[in-house]
Protein backbone atom coordinates (compact mmCIF):
# COMPACT_ATOMS: atom_id res chain seq x y z
CA UNK A 1 0.00 0.00 0.00
CA UNK A 2 0.58 3.75 -0.39
CA UNK A 3 0.85 5.83 2.91
CA UNK A 4 1.34 9.35 3.79
CA UNK A 5 2.09 10.23 7.55
CA UNK A 6 1.69 13.83 8.46
CA UNK A 7 2.87 15.16 11.51
CA UNK A 8 4.19 17.94 13.69
CA UNK A 9 6.87 16.62 14.73
CA UNK A 10 9.14 13.06 13.86
CA UNK A 11 12.28 12.21 15.53
CA UNK A 12 15.15 12.32 15.00
CA UNK A 13 15.11 15.84 13.33
CA UNK A 14 12.31 17.45 15.90
CA UNK A 15 10.85 16.13 18.95
CA UNK A 16 9.03 17.42 22.19
CA UNK A 17 7.66 14.37 23.18
CA UNK A 18 6.25 10.70 22.51
CA UNK A 19 4.21 11.57 19.14
CA UNK A 20 7.56 12.60 17.41
CA UNK A 21 9.23 8.89 18.26
CA UNK A 22 5.68 7.07 17.05
CA UNK A 23 6.15 8.88 13.64
CA UNK A 24 9.98 7.92 13.75
CA UNK A 25 9.52 4.53 13.97
CA UNK A 26 6.63 3.07 13.01
CA UNK A 27 6.83 3.69 9.11
CA UNK A 28 10.05 2.32 8.89
CA UNK A 29 8.52 -0.97 10.46
CA UNK A 30 5.28 -0.37 7.63
CA UNK A 31 8.43 -0.19 5.16
CA UNK A 32 9.68 -3.38 6.21
CA UNK A 33 6.11 -5.04 6.05
CA UNK A 34 6.59 -4.16 2.29
CA UNK A 35 4.86 -0.93 1.73
CA UNK A 36 5.66 2.48 0.05
CA UNK A 37 5.37 5.18 3.10
CA UNK A 38 6.42 8.49 3.03
CA UNK A 39 6.85 11.38 5.73
CA UNK A 40 5.79 14.71 5.62
CA UNK A 41 6.25 17.22 8.31
CA UNK A 42 7.50 21.32 8.85
CA UNK A 43 11.26 21.98 8.23
CA UNK A 44 11.56 23.98 11.85
CA UNK A 45 14.55 26.50 12.42
CA UNK A 46 15.20 24.53 15.24
CA UNK A 47 15.91 21.29 13.44
CA UNK A 48 19.26 20.21 13.92
CA UNK A 49 22.35 21.07 11.00
CA UNK A 50 23.03 17.38 10.75
CA UNK A 51 19.90 16.69 9.03
CA UNK A 52 18.69 20.34 7.03
CA UNK A 53 22.04 20.47 5.20
CA UNK A 54 21.32 17.65 3.82
CA UNK A 55 17.75 18.34 2.33
CA UNK A 56 17.23 18.47 -1.45
CA UNK A 57 15.40 21.09 -2.92
CA UNK A 58 12.64 19.87 -4.63
CA UNK A 59 10.19 22.30 -5.59
CA UNK A 60 7.55 24.94 -4.34
CA UNK A 61 3.88 25.13 -4.24
CA UNK A 62 0.91 28.04 -3.58
CA UNK A 63 -0.48 27.49 -0.44
CA UNK A 64 -4.42 29.38 0.12
CA UNK A 65 -4.32 29.98 3.74
CA UNK A 66 -7.86 31.61 3.75
CA UNK A 67 -7.59 34.83 1.17
CA UNK A 68 -3.91 34.77 1.94
CA UNK A 69 -1.38 33.07 -0.64
CA UNK A 70 1.95 31.40 0.98
CA UNK A 71 5.00 29.82 -0.19
CA UNK A 72 4.57 26.07 0.22
CA UNK A 73 8.73 25.13 -0.31
CA UNK A 74 8.98 21.47 -0.27
CA UNK A 75 12.65 19.57 0.60
CA UNK A 76 13.29 16.14 0.40
CA UNK A 77 15.30 13.59 2.57
CA UNK A 78 15.67 9.97 1.96
CA UNK A 79 16.11 9.19 5.40
CA UNK A 80 16.60 4.86 6.09
CA UNK A 81 14.89 4.17 2.75
CA UNK A 82 11.55 6.24 4.07
CA UNK A 83 10.83 9.39 1.59
CA UNK A 84 10.39 12.50 4.04
CA UNK A 85 8.89 15.79 2.95
CA UNK A 86 9.90 18.54 4.82
CA UNK A 87 7.09 21.64 4.10
CA UNK A 88 9.21 25.16 3.93
CA UNK A 89 7.62 28.26 4.77
CA UNK A 90 10.52 30.44 6.76
CA UNK A 91 7.36 32.82 8.32
CA UNK A 92 5.26 29.43 10.26
CA UNK A 93 8.06 27.78 10.84
CA UNK A 94 11.29 29.96 11.17
CA UNK A 95 11.08 30.08 14.88
CA UNK A 96 12.45 28.54 17.91
CA UNK A 97 10.54 25.52 19.29
CA UNK A 98 7.37 23.83 17.83
CA UNK A 99 4.08 24.79 19.52
CA UNK A 100 3.02 27.80 21.89
CA UNK A 101 2.49 30.73 19.74
CA UNK A 102 0.01 33.51 19.29
CA UNK A 103 -0.84 32.00 15.42
CA UNK A 104 -0.70 28.14 16.02
CA UNK A 105 -4.20 28.10 14.18
CA UNK A 106 -2.53 29.88 11.40
CA UNK A 107 0.55 28.06 11.36
CA UNK A 108 -1.41 24.66 11.33
CA UNK A 109 -3.93 25.30 9.31
CA UNK A 110 -1.19 26.37 6.48
CA UNK A 111 0.52 23.10 7.28
CA UNK A 112 -3.04 20.92 7.12
CA UNK A 113 -3.66 22.56 3.42
CA UNK A 114 0.27 22.41 2.48
CA UNK A 115 -0.15 18.43 2.90
CA UNK A 116 -2.85 18.15 0.34
CA UNK A 117 -1.29 20.63 -1.84
CA UNK A 118 2.06 19.54 -2.51
CA UNK A 119 0.91 15.93 -3.07
CA UNK A 120 0.78 16.82 -7.79
CA UNK A 121 4.33 17.88 -6.81
CA UNK A 122 5.74 14.88 -5.21
CA UNK A 123 3.81 12.51 -7.48
CA UNK A 124 3.05 10.65 -4.60
CA UNK A 125 -0.79 10.06 -4.46
CA UNK A 126 -1.90 7.61 -1.12
CA UNK A 127 -4.14 4.90 -0.90
CA UNK A 128 -4.16 6.01 3.19
CA UNK A 129 -3.06 9.87 4.65
CA UNK A 130 -2.50 8.84 8.18
CA UNK A 131 -2.84 12.11 10.44
CA UNK A 132 -1.61 12.63 13.91
CA UNK A 133 -3.07 14.85 17.11
CA UNK A 134 -4.39 17.96 16.26
CA UNK A 135 -1.83 19.56 14.51
CA UNK A 136 -2.78 17.61 11.39
CA UNK A 137 -6.54 16.83 11.80
CA UNK A 138 -7.98 18.83 9.70
CA UNK A 139 -6.47 17.98 6.61
CA UNK A 140 -9.80 14.86 6.47
CA UNK A 141 -12.02 17.88 6.53
CA UNK A 142 -10.24 19.36 4.17
CA UNK A 143 -9.71 16.77 1.70
CA UNK A 144 -13.55 16.37 1.77
CA UNK A 145 -14.73 19.84 0.97
CA UNK A 146 -11.33 21.58 -1.19
CA UNK A 147 -10.03 18.00 -2.86
CA UNK A 148 -12.49 14.80 -3.38
CA UNK A 149 -13.67 16.22 -6.66
CA UNK A 150 -10.33 16.16 -8.25
CA UNK A 151 -9.92 12.40 -9.48
CA UNK A 152 -6.34 11.69 -7.72
CA UNK A 153 -7.48 13.14 -4.90
CA UNK A 154 -11.24 10.84 -4.99
CA UNK A 155 -9.56 7.26 -3.56
CA UNK A 156 -7.64 8.55 -0.51
CA UNK A 157 -8.72 7.57 2.62
CA UNK A 158 -7.61 8.78 5.59
CA UNK A 159 -6.65 7.83 9.24
CA UNK A 160 -6.60 10.12 12.13
CA UNK A 161 -4.78 8.64 15.52
CA UNK A 162 -4.87 10.68 19.16
CA UNK A 163 -2.01 10.70 20.90
CA UNK A 164 -3.22 13.03 23.64
CA UNK A 165 -7.06 14.31 23.60
CA UNK A 166 -5.83 16.78 26.38
CA UNK A 167 -4.85 18.90 23.55
CA UNK A 168 -7.04 19.59 21.42
CA UNK A 169 -6.27 22.73 18.96
CA UNK A 170 -9.06 25.00 20.14
CA UNK A 171 -9.21 28.43 17.92
CA UNK A 172 -12.00 30.91 17.78
CA UNK A 173 -14.74 30.34 14.85
CA UNK A 174 -13.41 33.02 12.21
CA UNK A 175 -10.68 30.27 11.58
CA UNK A 176 -13.01 28.67 9.58
CA UNK A 177 -13.20 30.74 7.02
CA UNK A 178 -10.21 32.74 7.32
CA UNK A 179 -7.90 30.46 7.00
CA UNK A 180 -9.15 27.18 6.08
CA UNK A 181 -11.83 28.32 3.25
CA UNK A 182 -14.28 26.43 5.00
CA UNK A 183 -17.97 27.51 5.18
CA UNK A 184 -19.74 27.87 8.61
CA UNK A 185 -21.51 25.64 8.22
CA UNK A 186 -19.11 23.13 9.65
CA UNK A 187 -19.34 24.97 13.15
CA UNK A 188 -21.81 23.21 14.29
CA UNK A 189 -21.64 20.48 17.60
CA UNK A 190 -22.55 17.57 14.75
CA UNK A 191 -18.87 19.22 12.95
CA UNK A 192 -15.97 21.11 14.49
CA UNK A 193 -17.53 23.42 17.01
CA UNK A 194 -16.50 22.82 21.07
CA UNK A 195 -17.02 24.64 23.73
CA UNK A 196 -17.68 28.02 21.72
CA UNK A 197 -14.10 27.34 19.45
CA UNK A 198 -13.47 25.40 16.67
CA UNK A 199 -11.86 22.06 17.29
CA UNK A 200 -9.25 20.86 14.83
CA UNK A 201 -8.95 17.33 17.44
CA UNK A 202 -12.70 16.89 16.36
CA UNK A 203 -12.40 17.92 12.65
CA UNK A 204 -9.98 14.45 12.62
CA UNK A 205 -12.85 12.46 15.18
CA UNK A 206 -16.33 13.43 12.92
CA UNK A 207 -14.09 13.43 9.38
CA UNK A 208 -11.76 10.82 9.07
CA UNK A 209 -12.01 7.12 7.75
CA UNK A 210 -10.93 5.67 10.96
CA UNK A 211 -9.31 6.73 14.17
CA UNK A 212 -7.01 5.23 16.55
CA UNK A 213 -5.39 6.09 19.51
CA UNK A 214 -2.21 4.71 20.99
CA UNK A 215 -3.41 1.53 23.33
CA UNK A 216 -6.41 -0.60 24.19
CA UNK A 217 -6.63 0.95 27.50
CA UNK A 218 -6.87 4.46 26.61
CA UNK A 219 -9.48 3.44 23.61
CA UNK A 220 -12.05 2.88 26.19
CA UNK A 221 -10.60 5.04 28.73
CA UNK A 222 -11.45 8.39 26.70
CA UNK A 223 -15.06 6.93 25.92
CA UNK A 224 -15.70 8.20 29.60
CA UNK A 225 -16.69 12.05 31.05
CA UNK A 226 -13.28 11.59 33.11
CA UNK A 227 -11.00 11.23 29.87
CA UNK A 228 -12.87 12.48 27.20
CA UNK A 229 -12.56 16.03 27.73
CA UNK A 230 -16.23 16.76 26.71
CA UNK A 231 -15.22 14.24 23.35
CA UNK A 232 -16.73 10.87 25.27
CA UNK A 233 -20.42 11.00 23.57
CA UNK A 234 -18.23 11.50 20.25
CA UNK A 235 -15.94 9.13 20.77
CA UNK A 236 -18.53 6.46 22.01
CA UNK A 237 -20.95 7.05 18.78
CA UNK A 238 -17.66 5.95 16.14
CA UNK A 239 -17.52 2.26 17.23
CA UNK A 240 -15.51 -0.17 15.43
CA UNK A 241 -14.17 2.95 13.75
CA UNK A 242 -12.34 3.66 16.47
CA UNK A 243 -9.25 1.22 17.72
CA UNK A 244 -6.52 1.19 20.13
CA UNK A 245 -3.09 0.12 19.21
CA UNK A 246 -0.61 -0.29 21.66
CA UNK A 247 2.54 1.85 20.80
CA UNK A 248 6.25 0.09 19.95
CA UNK A 249 9.55 1.49 20.31
CA UNK A 250 12.95 1.32 17.47
CA UNK A 251 14.67 -1.99 18.66
CA UNK A 252 16.99 -0.76 16.64
CA UNK A 253 17.64 2.93 17.67
CA UNK A 254 17.28 1.59 21.37
CA UNK A 255 19.44 -1.85 21.75
CA UNK A 256 21.42 -1.85 25.20
CA UNK A 257 23.53 -4.09 23.04
CA UNK A 258 25.07 -1.07 20.47
CA UNK A 259 24.11 1.55 22.38
CA UNK A 260 27.33 4.16 22.57
CA UNK A 261 26.36 5.99 25.33
CA UNK A 262 26.60 3.58 27.89
CA UNK A 263 29.52 2.58 30.10
CA UNK A 264 28.60 -1.07 29.20
CA UNK A 265 27.29 -2.38 26.68
CA UNK A 266 24.86 -5.53 27.48
CA UNK A 267 22.07 -7.32 26.22
CA UNK A 268 20.78 -9.12 29.16
CA UNK A 269 23.42 -9.59 31.44
CA UNK A 270 22.93 -8.13 35.20
CA UNK A 271 26.41 -7.82 35.89
CA UNK A 272 27.15 -5.44 32.94
CA UNK A 273 24.03 -3.65 34.05
CA UNK A 274 25.39 -2.97 37.48
CA UNK A 275 28.35 -1.51 36.34
CA UNK A 276 26.29 1.12 34.06
CA UNK A 277 24.58 1.86 37.43
CA UNK A 278 27.35 2.23 39.27
CA UNK A 279 28.59 4.54 36.25
CA UNK A 280 25.40 6.57 36.50
CA UNK A 281 25.84 7.12 40.29
CA UNK A 282 29.24 8.51 40.01
CA UNK A 283 28.34 10.55 36.99
CA UNK A 284 25.37 12.18 39.09
CA UNK A 285 27.33 12.63 42.32
CA UNK A 286 25.15 9.87 44.46
CA UNK A 287 27.22 7.42 46.65
CA UNK A 288 28.43 4.50 44.08
CA UNK A 289 26.28 2.17 46.02
CA UNK A 290 25.55 -1.43 44.56
CA UNK A 291 22.93 -2.49 47.44
CA UNK A 292 21.30 0.68 46.63
CA UNK A 293 18.26 0.66 44.44
CA UNK A 294 18.29 3.35 42.10
CA UNK A 295 14.85 4.82 41.03
CA UNK A 296 14.88 6.95 37.87
CA UNK A 297 12.14 9.50 36.64
CA UNK A 298 12.41 10.50 32.64
CA UNK A 299 9.56 12.59 32.04
CA UNK A 300 8.04 16.46 31.37
CA UNK A 301 7.42 17.91 34.59
CA UNK A 302 4.17 18.44 33.95
CA UNK A 303 0.38 17.94 36.39
CA UNK A 304 -0.27 14.47 34.66
CA UNK A 305 2.66 12.99 35.15
CA UNK A 306 1.99 12.13 38.45
CA UNK A 307 4.35 14.35 39.91
CA UNK A 308 1.78 15.38 43.07
CA UNK A 309 1.83 11.92 43.98
CA UNK A 310 5.92 12.17 44.21
CA UNK A 311 6.05 15.63 45.88
CA UNK A 312 3.46 14.40 48.50
CA UNK A 313 5.83 11.29 49.43
CA UNK A 314 9.36 12.09 48.85
CA UNK A 315 10.60 13.68 51.91
CA UNK A 316 9.14 10.71 54.04
CA UNK A 317 10.17 7.99 51.20
CA UNK A 318 14.19 9.08 51.08
CA UNK A 319 14.69 10.15 54.73
CA UNK A 320 13.29 6.57 56.00
CA UNK A 321 14.74 4.19 53.19
CA UNK A 322 17.86 2.69 51.81
CA UNK A 323 17.12 4.40 48.20
CA UNK A 324 18.19 6.36 45.48
CA UNK A 325 16.25 8.75 42.96
CA UNK A 326 17.13 10.46 39.92
CA UNK A 327 14.56 12.42 37.82
CA UNK A 328 15.33 13.89 34.48
CA UNK A 329 13.17 16.25 32.73
CA UNK A 330 12.19 20.01 32.49
CA UNK A 331 8.37 21.44 32.69
CA UNK A 332 6.38 23.21 34.68
CA UNK A 333 8.46 26.32 36.77
CA UNK A 334 7.00 25.21 40.11
CA UNK A 335 7.76 21.63 40.12
CA UNK A 336 11.42 22.53 38.99
CA UNK A 337 11.43 24.68 42.03
CA UNK A 338 10.31 22.20 44.44
CA UNK A 339 12.76 19.39 43.05
CA UNK A 340 15.81 21.56 43.16
CA UNK A 341 14.95 22.62 47.10
CA UNK A 342 14.11 18.79 47.35
CA UNK A 343 17.53 18.03 46.40
CA UNK A 344 19.41 20.26 49.01
CA UNK A 345 17.41 19.17 50.87
CA UNK A 346 18.49 15.27 50.27
CA UNK A 347 21.89 15.90 48.39
CA UNK A 348 23.28 12.36 48.60
CA UNK A 349 19.89 10.46 47.64
CA UNK A 350 18.16 12.91 44.94
CA UNK A 351 19.55 13.72 41.37
CA UNK A 352 17.60 16.07 39.32
CA UNK A 353 18.57 17.07 36.09
CA UNK A 354 16.34 19.85 34.90
CA UNK A 355 17.64 19.24 31.33
CA UNK A 356 16.60 17.48 28.16
CA UNK A 357 19.33 15.39 27.31
CA UNK A 358 18.53 11.90 25.23
CA UNK A 359 21.85 10.49 25.85
CA UNK A 360 21.43 10.99 29.82
CA UNK A 361 18.18 9.13 29.49
CA UNK A 362 19.69 6.40 28.06
CA UNK A 363 22.25 6.54 30.83
CA UNK A 364 19.49 5.84 33.36
CA UNK A 365 17.56 3.42 31.86
CA UNK A 366 20.18 1.07 31.62
CA UNK A 367 21.88 2.31 34.92
CA UNK A 368 18.19 2.59 37.26
CA UNK A 369 17.10 -0.97 39.32
CA UNK A 370 13.19 0.61 38.83
CA UNK A 371 11.53 3.54 36.64
CA UNK A 372 8.63 5.31 38.08
CA UNK A 373 5.94 6.27 36.22
CA UNK A 374 2.56 7.49 38.39
CA UNK A 375 0.60 9.20 35.54
CA UNK A 376 -2.70 10.40 35.85
CA UNK A 377 -3.40 9.48 32.60
CA UNK A 378 -0.82 7.72 30.09
CA UNK A 379 -2.26 7.46 26.49
CA UNK A 380 0.19 4.95 25.72
CA UNK A 381 3.90 5.59 27.31
CA UNK A 382 6.96 5.06 25.82
CA UNK A 383 9.66 5.10 28.74
CA UNK A 384 8.01 2.48 30.48
CA UNK A 385 8.73 0.77 27.36
CA UNK A 386 12.27 1.64 26.73
CA UNK A 387 12.86 0.94 30.60
CA UNK A 388 12.05 -2.65 29.51
CA UNK A 389 14.24 -2.64 27.21
CA UNK A 390 17.37 -1.60 29.35
CA UNK A 391 16.52 -3.81 32.37
CA UNK A 392 14.66 -1.33 34.31
CA UNK A 393 11.77 -2.67 36.37
CA UNK A 394 8.54 -0.12 35.47
CA UNK A 395 6.52 1.06 38.85
CA UNK A 396 3.21 2.36 37.12
CA UNK A 397 0.06 3.27 37.91
CA UNK A 398 -2.60 1.41 36.02
CA UNK A 399 -3.81 3.43 33.36
CA UNK A 400 -3.90 4.17 29.47
CA UNK A 401 -0.90 1.98 28.07
CA UNK A 402 0.79 1.22 31.00
CA UNK A 403 -2.02 -1.07 31.96
CA UNK A 404 -1.71 -2.53 28.79
CA UNK A 405 2.07 -2.96 28.69
CA UNK A 406 3.28 -3.52 32.79
CA UNK A 407 2.32 -6.33 34.32
CA UNK A 408 2.11 -6.65 38.11
CA UNK A 409 4.67 -9.52 39.19
CA UNK A 410 3.31 -12.19 40.63
CA UNK A 411 5.45 -13.84 43.13
CA UNK A 412 4.13 -17.64 42.83
CA UNK A 413 4.22 -17.71 39.31
CA UNK A 414 7.30 -15.24 38.39
CA UNK A 415 4.91 -14.16 35.72
CA UNK A 416 4.95 -10.09 35.73
CA UNK A 417 6.85 -7.80 34.47
CA UNK A 418 6.70 -4.28 37.09
CA UNK A 419 4.57 -3.20 39.69
CA UNK A 420 1.50 -1.65 39.41
CA UNK A 421 -1.10 0.37 41.79
CA UNK A 422 -4.49 1.58 40.76
CA UNK A 423 -5.63 4.55 42.61
CA UNK A 424 -4.24 8.13 42.17
CA UNK A 425 -2.91 8.35 45.82
CA UNK A 426 -0.06 8.74 47.65
CA UNK A 427 0.04 6.11 50.04
CA UNK A 428 -0.89 3.10 46.67
CA UNK A 429 2.55 4.52 44.71
CA UNK A 430 4.91 4.65 48.09
CA UNK A 431 3.35 1.03 49.25
CA UNK A 432 4.01 -0.01 45.70
CA UNK A 433 7.60 1.41 45.44
CA UNK A 434 8.49 -0.35 49.16
CA UNK A 435 6.91 -3.49 47.59
CA UNK A 436 9.31 -3.77 44.39
CA UNK A 437 11.99 -2.43 46.40
CA UNK A 438 12.05 -5.93 49.00
CA UNK A 439 11.74 -7.98 45.66
CA UNK A 440 14.64 -5.92 44.06
CA UNK A 441 16.55 -7.71 47.76
CA UNK A 442 15.44 -11.37 47.00
CA UNK A 443 17.55 -12.26 44.06
CA UNK A 444 15.91 -15.19 42.83
CA UNK A 445 13.00 -13.27 42.68
CA UNK A 446 14.74 -9.70 41.07
CA UNK A 447 16.30 -12.07 38.40
CA UNK A 448 13.08 -13.48 36.94
CA UNK A 449 12.36 -9.71 36.44
CA UNK A 450 15.46 -9.15 34.81
CA UNK A 451 14.19 -12.37 32.80
CA UNK A 452 10.51 -11.23 32.13
CA UNK A 453 12.08 -7.70 31.07
CA UNK A 454 14.69 -8.51 28.31
CA UNK A 455 12.49 -11.44 26.80
CA UNK A 456 9.34 -8.93 25.86
CA UNK A 457 8.84 -7.61 22.33
CA UNK A 458 8.49 -4.24 22.58
CA UNK A 459 9.23 -3.77 18.59
CA UNK A 460 6.49 -2.20 16.50
CA UNK A 461 6.45 -5.49 14.17
CA UNK A 462 3.06 -6.60 16.00
CA UNK A 463 1.49 -3.14 15.89
CA UNK A 464 2.50 -2.32 12.28
CA UNK A 465 0.46 -5.66 12.07
CA UNK A 466 -2.77 -4.12 12.97
CA UNK A 467 -2.03 -0.50 11.21
CA UNK A 468 -2.14 -2.55 7.94
CA UNK A 469 -5.43 -4.24 9.05
CA UNK A 470 -7.40 -0.82 9.38
CA UNK A 471 -5.28 0.86 6.22
CA UNK A 472 -6.41 -2.38 3.94
CA UNK A 473 -10.02 -2.32 5.71
CA UNK A 474 -10.61 1.66 4.80
CA UNK A 475 -9.45 1.20 1.34
CA UNK A 476 -11.59 -1.57 0.94
CA UNK A 477 -14.11 0.66 1.99
CA UNK A 478 -13.21 3.48 -0.46
Known amino acids: MKILFAAAEVAPFIKTGGLADVIGALPKALHEAGHDVRIVLPKYRDMSA ?83 DWHTAMIPLL ?70 TVSPTYAEEIKTPYYGYGLDG ?32 YKSSAKKKQENKEALQEELGLPVSARTPLVAMVTRLVEPKGLDLVIRILDEWLASDD ?29 VQLLFSDALSRKIYAGSDLFLMPSKFEPCGISQLLALRYGSIPVVRETGGLNDTVKSYNEATGEGN ?39 DYSWAVSAKQYIDIYERVARDA
Not at 245 to 261: F, M
Not at 418 to 445: K, M, P, S, V
Request: charged fraction near 20%; aromatic fraction near 16%.
Open 143 to 212: LKEHFRHQPNYAGIRTVFTIHNLLYQGLFPDEVLGDLLSLPHTYYTPEGVEYNGAVSFMKAGLVFSDHVT
Open 234 to 265: LLRSLGDRLSGIVNGVDTKLYNPATDEVLAVR
Open 50 to 132: AYSDLLEHWGAVEVPVGWRRQYGGIEYLAWEEIPVYFIDNEYYFGREGVYGYWDDGERFAFLNRAVLEILPAIDFWPDVLHCH
Open 418 to 456: GFTFANFNAHDLLYTLRRAIEFYHQQDHWKQLLRNAFAG
Open 323 to 351: VQFVILGTGDRAYEDWFREAAHRHPSKLS
